[in-house]
C-alpha cells in the first residue's frame, strides 16, 4: 500500500495502470495480483483465494472509527488526492461486494481471504467480520 505514493493506480481506475498488478500466474518475477479485488479457485484443493484492496481501512487500527470515517491516509502523498480517496473508496466497496458473492456463490469447501490489514481493524464492518 505505501507503494502508491508514486504509483499511478492511487490516481486511476483502471488496474492495468498499476505497477503491482500482474495478470499472469505464471510470471514468478512478481507477486499475482490481477487486479485491486480478485478471486481464483483452486478446485484440487477445494480452496478460492480471494484477495482485497481495503486500504482505506489503514487507521482501522482506531477501534472508534466509524467506517465513512477512514480514509486511505497514504493518498495525503499522491499528486491526486481527491481521486486516490474516491479510488480507495471505490475499491473498499468493490471488495466488500466481491467478499459476499465469492461467500454465497463459491463451490469451494474453503475460501481464503485476505488483504493489507489485520481482521481487527475491520471493527467499524462487523457484517464484515
Request: hydrophobic residues 35%; contains cysteine.
Amino acid at each position: 500500500n505505501h507503494d502508491y505514493h508514486h504509483d499511478p493506480c492511487a490516481c486511476s481506475s483502471d488496474p492495468k495502470d498499476c505497477a503491482q498488478v500482474n495478470y499472469d500466474p505464471e510470471d514468478l518475477s512478481r507477486f499475482y495480483m490481477p487486479g485491486y479485488n480478485w478471486y481464483r479457485a483452486h478446485e484440487d484443493l477445494k480452496l478460492e483465494v480471494v484477495g482485497l484492496d481495503l486500504n482505506k481501512f489503514m487507521d482501522g487500527w482506531n477501534m472508534s472509527a466509524k467506517a465513512e470515517e477512514l480514509k486511505f491516509a497514504d493518498c495525503q502523498w499522491t499528486q491526486c488526492k481527491a481521486d486516490c480517496y474516491g479510488n480507495a473508496d471505490a475499491r473498499a466497496d468493490q471488495a466488500f461486494d466481491l467478499f459476499r458473492d465469492r461467500f454465497e456463490h463459491s463451490e469451494a469447501k474453503n475460501l481464503l481471504v485476505f488483504s493489507h490489514y489485520p481482521t481487527d481493524y475491520f471493527s467499524s464492518v462487523p457484517e464484515f467480520l
